[in-house]
């Protein structure tokens, strides 16, 4: 089992931005890849950013974040990070941290994330 904490969400004007943190506890692999999805009210839940242990297997990005979100880890602390800069109305969502293990996958809680002026 691993467990996801996540934190850092809030209310943001248009233009700003913020920081999500999400902490992993448990039984951590060598090769699991880590990431953020979202999902805002009445829409599915969606890909944000993932980013593999390993350096040389980088990361992926959802074409609208591209640019303006950028995603990292510390895998000393099975912590990883999302930085969103010039956040926009329509990134208001609920963001979770994924922690996936093939064929494991798991999910934090979410963290509420609202871009309003």
């Known amino acids: 089992q691993v467990q996801l904490v996540e934190s850092g969400g809030g209310l943001v004007q248009p233009g700003g931005s913020l920081v999500l943190s999400c902490a992993a506890s448990g039984s951590i692999s060598n090769s699991a890849t880590m990431g953020w999805f979202r999902q805002a009210p009445g829409k599915t839940r969606d890909l944000v950013a993932t980013?593999?242990?390993?350096?040389?297997?980088?990361?992926t990005y959802a074409e609208s974040v591209k640019g303006r979100f950028s995603i990292s880890r510390d895998n000393e602390k099975n912590m990883v990070f999302l930085q969103m800069n010039s956040l926009k109305p329509e990134d208001t969502a609920v963001y979770y941290c994924?922690?996936?293990?093939?064929?494991?996958?798991?999910w934090g809680q979410g963290t509420q994330v609202t871009v309003s002026s």
């Open positions: 994924i922690y996936e293990d093939h064929p494991f996958v798991y």
């Open positions: 980013i593999s242990k390993r350096r040389d297997e980088g990361t």
